[in-house]
């Protein structure tokens, strides 16, 4: 049995280090987990004007949530939340009232910053959206990761080997509460 997971990279900037991460990740994932990443870029901003009929990038969204078994968040910390371009896709995943996509969806977070906090405040921010959004998140391991091109290398293709062991045993984990979750609430 093998899950998909749906990756959202809340960077939007052309050399994100969380893309990097994301790369990594994906990396030393246990072999039975299929990665698609879900794109946010072309979103517009949400309003419930759309709620009667979604433009087609917010359709494109929901319809890529749904086909996935699980969903997976890499993110920055900007300004001690997460970007408000993450935010956005969401609020439109959330919506129409009725019509959550996240609702039980197994969910994991984690995230890579400049500083030394490594995104523990944004994680934060985020888990508390997503706990709104009925998400059933992996809660341990925590992962803030402070990014370095020397446990990374310069596209996250060349992991130093303490990096590798740790994002191997938080993939690993989070297969586990993917195969959990859907036990007890299939999709
Ligand atoms: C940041 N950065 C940042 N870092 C941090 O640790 N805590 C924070 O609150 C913020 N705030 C913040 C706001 C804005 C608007 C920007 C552009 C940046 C720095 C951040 O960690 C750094 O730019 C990372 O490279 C962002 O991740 P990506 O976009 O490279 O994946």
């Known amino acids: 049995m093998s899950y998909n997971v749906g ?6 900037s052309s050399t994100s280090i969380n893309r990097i991460v994301a790369k990594a990740l994906i990396s030393v994932a246990p072999d039975d987990l299929e990665f698609t990443e879900i794109p946010i870029r072309e979103l517009p901003l949400y309003s419930q004007d759309y709620d009667a009929d979604y433009p087609p990038a917010a359709r494109a969204l929901k319809h890529a949530i749904a ?6 968040f890499v993110t ?24 959550n ?17 490594g995104t523990a ?4 921010s985020l888990r508390g959206v997503l706990s709104f959004c009925n998400a059933r998140q992996m809660t341990a391991p925590e ?5 370095s091109a020397d446990d ?6 060349s992991l130093s080997p303490r990096t590798a062991e740790f994002l191997g045993a938080f993939m690993a984990e ?14």
């Not at 990756?7 to 939007?12: C, D, E, H, P």
């Not at 990374?152 to 293709?157: I, L």
């Open 174 to 187: 989070f297969r586990d509460h993917i195969q959990r979750v859907l036990t007890v609430l299939p999709r």
């Open 7 to 12: 990756y959202f990279v809340g960077s939007l």
């Open 76 to 99: 920055p910390e900007y300004n001690r939340s997460i970007p408000g371009g993450l935010k956005n896709a969401i609020d439109w995943a959330s919506r129409p009232w009725g019509e």
């Open 152 to 157: 990374f290398g310069e596209d996250g293709s």
């Open 121 to 124: 405040v944004a994680q934060q």
């Open 101 to 117: 996509s996240f609702d039980h969806i197994p969910a994991a977070v984690i995230g890579a910053s400049i500083g030394q906090i």
């Open 143 to 147: 992962a803030y990761i402070q990014f």
């Open 67 to 72: 086909a996935t078994d699980a969903v997976l």
